[in-house]
Nanobody, 127 residues
Framework: VQLQASGGGLVQAGGSLRLSCAAS????????MGWFRQAPGKEREFVAS????????YYANSVKGRFTISRDNAKNTVYLQMNSLKPEDTAVYYC?????????????????????WGQGTEVTVSS
């Protein structure tokens, strides 16, 4: 099973990026998926998650109103649209998937419960 993240890069403050995470090796259509990030010298933190049904989405307070998570179950892919980027958004962004089917999205904030991780894509926001 692989989660392949892409879409990171260098952008100026106020700009936008769209991250993608394509899963292969199994389907995650019954599983919550989402994103974490880790800034230099800091611990990994939750960013956003989306349930298998797409109806439930959770966001960290720091990104609410600026980031939007979505998914395409037919493509086994999750996306993160990031708008109004700030220098403090600079980090390596990791996609992840919960291996337990139909588990609520609130559990996704605990990274230790997650079974599958992508390799990370770097986002740098310049001021």
């Amino acid at each position: 099973v692989q989660l392949q993240a892409s879409g990171g890069g260098l952008v100026q403050a106020g700009g936008s990026l769209r991250l993608s995470c394509a899963a292969s090796g199994r389907t995650f259509s019954s599983n919550t998926m989402g994103w974490f990030r880790q800034a230099p010298g800091k611990e990994r933190e939750f960013v956003a998650s989306i349930s298998w049904s797409i109806s439930n989405k959770y966001y960290a307070n720091s990104v609410k109103g600026r980031f939007t998570i979505s998914r395409d179950n037919a493509k086994n892919t999750v996306y993160l649209q990031m708008n109004s980027l700030k220098p403090e958004d600079t980090a390596v962004y990791y996609c992840a998937a919960d291996g337990t089917a139909y588990r609520g999205g609130s559990a996704f904030t605990n990274s230790q419960l997650l079974d599958y991780w992508g390799q990370g894509t770097e986002v740098t926001v310049s001021s």
